[in-house]
């Protein structure tokens, strides 16, 4: 499920900077902007110019447009990190600051405690001065080694109008997935040659669905007959035992999509096709279970592909999957579904 955000200009704001900067905001070296200090790195950059941290350090003289944020009081600069992640500068930028299009900033450094390498999708909560969340935003760090420690920055949006003032920050959510198992929507193509990802999925009443789609991204046919195998995963990655995984979806709900039973499906290069997954979050007696991970093979001999729908499944212990079928609603790069195809 999908971090909820704040009224629709500050997330276009900060959506459009986060865009610009992408994953490029930490690199694994760990070298950031002109030099190792936080206040030296903010004030001599703003954060639209985010994409240089992580680059190596130049002696050339910086051309780009910098600005002079307020460094707000941080008690936590000095703490243990959560999850791998430590917060270590806020900073208040406002048209005195000479950027625009931001209110708030915050830097961190993010260690991969893990043995291999991962790609990191953190969330930050900005606090007003009562502990109230006043913005949540996403940063996506790729490809962090084992052991290494990265430096970035997440940036948030003008605030709308009466919003209080950013007084705090902290870590909300750290997810992580195997970088080989890293799930993507577009860009390179795997050497799988599929893309595999998850929607954002829909709640309502307790019940849940998540969207599992495959596109053909490489140059063959994909043939496919039957379910996704699934494994379930814990925050620590640990496999969830005691969750019945159910062939369809009927038995979740009706109406889903899931209930018929699998058909050959044969992709041709820029096609799709389409399973979903559904739960329900009803809690009685017993453990509630809730796992982020869904680890994913499209078929028996594909490679896995690792998803964060966050299964909230209460105490139901149950999980269903439908057949994989073909996705004509999808919409290729040059921007035709699969009816308009040739």
């Given amino acids: 499920m999908s971090t909820a ?10 959506a459009l900077l986060l865009a610009a900067c992408g994953s490029e905001s930490a690199s694994s070296g760990g070298e950031v902007g002109e030099g190792d200090g936080h206040p030296g790195r903010a004030e001599a950059l703003c954060p639209s110019e985010i994409a240089r941290y992580g680059s190596a350090s130049s002696s050339e003289p910086s051309v780009r447009p910098s600005g002079t944020p307020t460094a707000l009081p941080l008690p936590s600069v000095n703490g243990v990190a959560e999850d791998g992640v430590k917060i270590t500068a806020l900073y208040a930028w406002g048209l005195e600051s000479g950027c625009a299009g931001v209110d708030n900033s915050a830097d961190f450094e993010l260690t991969n405690r893990q043995t291999e390498t991962a790609t990191y999708t953190l969330t930050f909560g900005f606090l007003s001065a009562s502990g109230g969340a006043v913005d949540n935003a996403e940063q996506t760090v790729q490809a962090v080694g084992p052991g290494r420690t990265v430096k970035g920055t997440v940036v948030v949006g ?9 007084t705090g920050v902290k870590v909300i959510k750290v997810r992580s997935v195997p970088q080989a198992e890293a799930s993507s929507a577009s860009g390179t193509c795997p050497k799988s040659g599929m893309h595999l990802y998850a929607d954002e999925g829909d709640a309502a009443m307790g019940l849940r669905a998540v969207g599992l789609h495959l596109v053909n991204c490489g140059t063959r046919p994909i043939r496919l007959n039957g379910y996704p195998r699934l494994t379930i995963q814990d925050e620590d990655h640990r496999l969830v035992d005691g969750v019945r995984i159910l062939q369809g979806t009927d038995q979740i709900s009706t109406g889903l999509g899931g209930d018929s039973g699998p058909q ?12 979903g997954l559904a739960w329900r979050n009803t809690t009685q007696a ?9 680890r994913v093979w499209a078929e028996p001999a594909a490679d896995p592909v690792m998803v964060v729908p966050e299964l909230d499944l209460g105490t139901t212990g149950k999980l269903g999957v439908g057949p994989w079928r073909k996705d004509e609603t999808h919409r290729d790069s040059a921007g035709g579904t699969a009816a308009e195809r040739p």
Avoid: F, K
Wanted: charge should be negative.
């Fill in 5 to 14: 955000s704040r009224a629709a200009p500050a997330v276009l704001a900060a």
């Fill in 158 to 166: 003008e605030r709308v109008d009466n919003a209080p003032e950013v």
């Fill in 286 to 294: 017993g453990e509630p279970v809730n796992a982020p991970y869904v």
């Fill in 264 to 275: 050959p499906v044969v992709l041709r290069p820029r096609e799709a096709a389409v399973a």
